[in-house]
């Protein structure tokens, strides 16, 4: 079954605590990307990748990092947590061509206290 | 630029009503694709349709229907016969020929009253 994983799906942490929220894809997809959801500002996009090793600034990088080490990964890190990055996240997966795919893992409630 | 327009906040329906959320959108790509998605009170992102530019068919899936204008740039979606649990928020949604973001709508509530 075609699946976007993401883990953890619910997370309450302190302010300046490192964190990585996982996604993982089991299709092979070669571009992948984060959004947070934050009501009144919708969607907007944090990071993308393109393949392995090839990642890029979304809309709102600041705080977050990103690393593609291999295709299915794409790790979201906040190294400093505030309580601004208090969100819902969204891994993206997508299957690029004609029969274009683009799935969402579950989505991740962040809490930063 | 692109940008997706969900003119209609919010809807309330009584059960079995048809509703119609409505979808514009703009771009200069040639090639690019629309989606929607479905959002739950549980909060995950649902799939439910993918249009590509050069296919302006409209679709039919069960109660969902679609209908893809090139012509006024839109992409609308209606849903026959609601059910409550059709209760949700939907979102259309473009991405472009390099694939590197999606643009999102503000999303439409829908409500589906018993």
């Known amino acids: 079954e075609a699946q976007v994983t993401q883990n953890p799906r619910y997370l309450i942490t302190v302010t300046g605590k490192k964190l990585t929220v996982t996604c993982s894809q089991n299709?092979?997809?070669?571009?992948m990307s984060w959004y947070r959801q934050d009501p009144g500002l919708g969607l907007r996009q944090i990071y993308y990748s393109m393949n392995v090793e090839v990642t890029d600034k979304g809309d709102v990088p600041e705080g977050y990092k990103v690393s593609r080490k291999e295709k299915r990964n794409f790790p979201l890190i906040l190294e400093s947590p505030s309580p601004n990055q208090t969100s819902l996240y969204f891994c993206a997966s997508i299957k690029t061509g004609g029969n274009t795919e683009a799935f969402f893992g579950q989505g991740t409630r962040l809490t930063v206290v | 630029a692109q940008k997706v327009t969900q003119a209609q906040t919010e809807i309330s329906v009584v059960e079995k009503e048809d509703v119609t959320l409505d979808c514009v959108y703009e771009t200069r790509d040639t090639t690019y694709y629309l989606f929607w998605y479905k959002q739950p009170p549980s909060g995950e992102l649902v799939f439910l349709i993918r249009?590509?530019?050069?296919?302006?068919q409209n679709e039919i899936s069960g109660r969902y229907s679609w209908n893809f204008q090139k012509s006024t740039s839109s992409f609308n979606f209606t849903i026959t016969a609601s059910q409550v649990v059709d209760s949700a928020v939907y979102f259309c949604a473009l991405i472009g020929w390099n694939f590197n973001k999606f643009y999102f709508g503000s999303g439409t509530k829908l409500n589906v009253k018993p």
């Open positions: 299709m092979n997809h070669e571009y």
């Open positions: 249009r590509n530019s050069f296919d302006e």
